[in-house]
């Protein structure tokens, strides 16, 4: 039986906030001492270098608002399992609580942990937090997970979602704090090397942002319907870096962006659908784990896609430097910010399964290497969408034309001279900070002429359609 006086170790892991937190709220609750605790473990070890660099951003935000409540945030870097053992060895800890995972190696993790502790006689819970509803709880008329979009919209759309609980303004501390180690000494942000630098001013870490951006977006949202897709404006909620760390949680989101809705304002079910559009990522990669590794569609398996990363095309690609304007200005925009326009995202995937026959893979582990609100289901089924291979894709092979997307959704071409330097007079500043971002061994410069593309558009678009009417089907065993 649980010591009614012992602390709980609050687990951390990607919900970095203090509303919105069913776990914190449990833990209040109880009336007990908490220690907040964040583990470098393997899976975080794992992070690319953009996520990586942006972690220690958000742990330094968070470590700030909770001394904020007089509490203090544990930093331990080792195996997940023996720094738990070690900490409530340490601290007479009676209870460990965090907020679910849903991608399998953090499952596999979590159950281990769970069962090793339960073993032990410690409380091991695990809570909600990270997604509107728990995929369990989503299901079709014949109980079965949900596999197009669009149904599953219609059947959560006006599901009761939690009232998100409030900031504590004071947390119990514990009589004696354990000791932490120093979030500068981890050096998360080594690989991004000097690209740290450039990205750094586009970068506002924390809950206090996320909360200040989704306020903002309310008073753009009337335009989101309509304007999202222009890759030059400030028409989305760039809150997709937050969502991914948990400094805002999606029911705050979700309640706030309906309020407003109710209220009078317009364009807000447009963007609530994407918020579901997130949560049909998650329950996907829950229910059908392989999203992350092979195609959905088994059929795609004899297609005959380049697995060489090295591929001159391929590293072009990375370069930024295909000839293609906005598949080029896509891609310096993330080397820049950190982000990457979702319209712009999906240009930029296209060209790489399409007219360059890449498979989606090194596409998708590129941008987890590169992207600061990197999520691993929306990335793998974003990819996955735009390749043709993954789930509710249109049912014949989507090949994005670069050249006519630029011309509908960046028409004036703002967003072209925002991140191409060459060949302008007065380049501007976001287009030369891409030559001071991207490693010094490309060996670019701003003085460069730009290249002429490595693949034709037509020719990369006949050549893409041949080979998926002559694919081969997969043999299966």
């Excluded at 088994?298 to 896609?305: K, L, R, S, V, Y």
């Excluded at 370069?319 to 950190?338: K, N, S």
């Excluded at 034309?401 to 060459?422: G, M, V």
Aim: charged letters at 20%.
């Amino acid at each position: 039986m649980t010591d009614e006086r012992s602390p709980i170790i609050l687990w951390f892991r990607r919900d970095l906030r203090l509303s919105d937190h069913p776990a914190l709220s449990s833990a209040i609750q109880s009336g007990r001492p908490i220690i907040p605790v964040f583990i470098l473990d393997e899976l975080a070890e794992g992070l690319g270098a953009a996520p990586k660099w942006r972690l220690s951003l958000g742990l330094d935000a968070f470590s700030e608002a909770l001394s904020q409540t007089g509490s203090s945030l544990i930093l331990r870097r080792g195996q997940a399992l023996e720094t738990l053992r070690n900490l409530v060895a340490e601290t007479g800890a009676g209870s460990v609580f965090w907020s679910r995972a849903y991608d399998p190696e953090a499952i596999k993790r979590d159950k281990h942990i769970k069962a090793q502790l339960t073993a032990a006689g410690v409380e091991a819970k695990s809570f909600s937090g990270h997604l509107l509803f728990e995929p369990w709880t989503v299901e079709t008329k014949s109980g079965q997970p949900f596999r197009v979009f669009t149904p599953m919209w219609r059947a959560v759309q006006n599901r009761a979602v939690p009232t998100p609980e409030p900031a504590p303004k004071q947390l119990i501390p514990p009589a004696v704090w354990p000791a932490s180690e120093d979030l500068t000494s981890w050096k998360l942000g080594r690989e991004m090397n000097r690209g740290a630098e450039v990205v750094r001013p586009f970068v506002q870490p924390g809950e206090k942002a996320a909360h200040d951006h989704l306020f903002s977006f309310l008073g753009r949202v009337a335009n989101y319907p309509g304007r999202r897709d222009q890759m030059a404006e400030n028409a989305t909620s760039n809150l997709s870096e937050y969502l991914s760390l948990g400094e805002i949680g999606p029911r705050t989101i979700w309640h706030v962006v309906q309020n407003a809705g109710q209220t009078g304002a317009s364009g807000t079910e447009a963007f609530l659908r994407q918020l579901v559009w997130r949560e049909f990522a998650y329950h996907l990669m829950f229910h059908f784990p392989h999203l992350l590794t092979r195609n959905w569609r088994e059929e795609w398996d004899g297609f005959p896609w380049n697995t060489d990363p090295e591929l001159p095309e391929v590293v072009a690609w990375k370069q930024a430097r295909t000839g293609i304007p906005v598949v080029d200005a896509g891609l310096r925009e993330m080397y820049v910010t950190g982000r990457m326009h979702n319209r712009a995202r999906m240009v930029v995937a296209s060209y790489l399964t399409k007219h360059l026959m890449t498979h989606w893979k090194i596409g998708m582990d590129w941008f987890a290497d590169c992207l600061i609100d990197w999520d691993p289901a929306a990335n793998a089924m974003g990819w996955q969408w735009v390749a043709g291979s993954g789930p509710d894709a249109a049912p014949f092979f989507r090949i994005f034309n670069p050249q006519t997307q630029q011309e509908k959704f960046d028409p004036n071409s703002s967003y072209l001279r925002q991140w191409i330097a060459e060949g302008q007079s007065d380049p501007s500043a976001t287009s030369l900070a891409y030559f001071n971002a991207v490693p010094r061994s490309w060996g670019l410069d701003a003085s460069d002429i730009y290249p002429q593309p490595i693949v034709g558009l037509q020719a990369g678009r006949n050549r893409a359609l041949t080979a998926y009417e002559t694919r081969k089907s997969p043999v299966r065993n």
